[in-house]
């Protein structure tokens, strides 16, 4: 079955901390890979997406993500937190043309 | 562009009653998803629609749950009867495409969601 695991549920960070947030899925064919934030009060917002090509993937508020094939992962990182980036942050992949699997999520905070 | 809608954001209801959730998406946007998010998990697709037909409903508990996409643009989640299981976040998404038939553009716009608390 498709899963994703994040093995971090709650991560706390002082400011200008360095984060990684880990992603691993499970499924045998070619995937398309996401992570979203979900900040307190707002909707669910795409933070960054991997298609194909080189698997280093920049995407907003300076947050990157790294697609290693061989380890079936996608972790999340960003080089210095701010207060701004508390929130929780969700992985998920589909498969072309159906929806998409989550992960559990991880809630970040980040104290000032 | 104007985002997904949905309403209400807030339902408490009693076990065993009735509930309806409304969702409006993006205007253009052929795929329809309702995600039920219980609380400490990720969204979980129930179903998906293009247009007014259904791709994806294996997840839906059809003895409970249903769902329709009249004239491929406004849909209705339903619940009857509630049961104390089903108190969750009800997020509706949109996109152009199914997946990501529609290549690196395509992406799933999320709705507010609507809480769900049964008593």
């Known amino acids: 079955a498709q899963s994703v695991s994040q093995h971090n549920h709650h991560v706390i960070l002082s400011e200008a901390a360095s984060l990684e947030l880990g992603c691993n899925y499970s499924?045998?064919?070619?995937?398309?890979l996401f992570w979203y934030v979900q900040y307190p009060g707002q909707h669910l917002q795409l933070l960054l997406k991997?298609?194909?090509?080189?698997?280093l993937v920049k995407g907003i508020k300076g947050f990157e993500a790294e697609f290693i094939k061989s380890k079936f992962s996608f972790n999340l990182r960003k080089p210095s937190v701010q207060w701004s980036d508390t929130a929780e942050y969700f992985c998920?992949?589909?498969?072309?043309?159906?929806?998409?699997?989550f992960g559990s999520g991880t809630r970040l905070q980040v104290q000032p | 562009e104007a985002g997904v809608a949905q309403s209400p954001r807030y339902k408490i209801i009693e076990k065993r009653q009735s509930v309806a959730f409304w969702c409006n998406p993006i205007?253009?946007?052929?795929?329809l998803y309702w995600y039920q998010q219980i609380l400490g998990q990720g969204p979980k697709l129930l179903i998906q629609f293009q247009n007014n037909g259904v791709v994806d409903d294996s997840q839906l508990p059809k003895d409970r749950f249903s769902a329709e996409r009249l004239k491929g643009v406004d849909s209705t989640l339903k619940i009857q009867p509630a049961k104390l299981e089903d108190s969750a976040v009800y997020l509706c998404?949109?996109?152009?495409?199914?997946?990501?038939?529609?290549?690196?553009?395509?992406?799933?716009?999320f709705g507010p969601g609507t809480r769900l608390t049964v008593l």
């Open positions: 998404a949109s996109s152009r495409h199914p997946g990501t038939s529609g290549g690196v553009r395509n992406e799933q716009f």
């Open positions: 998920a992949f589909d498969t072309g043309r159906r929806a998409l699997t």
């Open positions: 205007s253009g946007h052929a795929t």
């Open positions: 991997y298609f194909s090509g080189d698997p």
């Open positions: 499924y045998g064919g070619t995937v398309n």
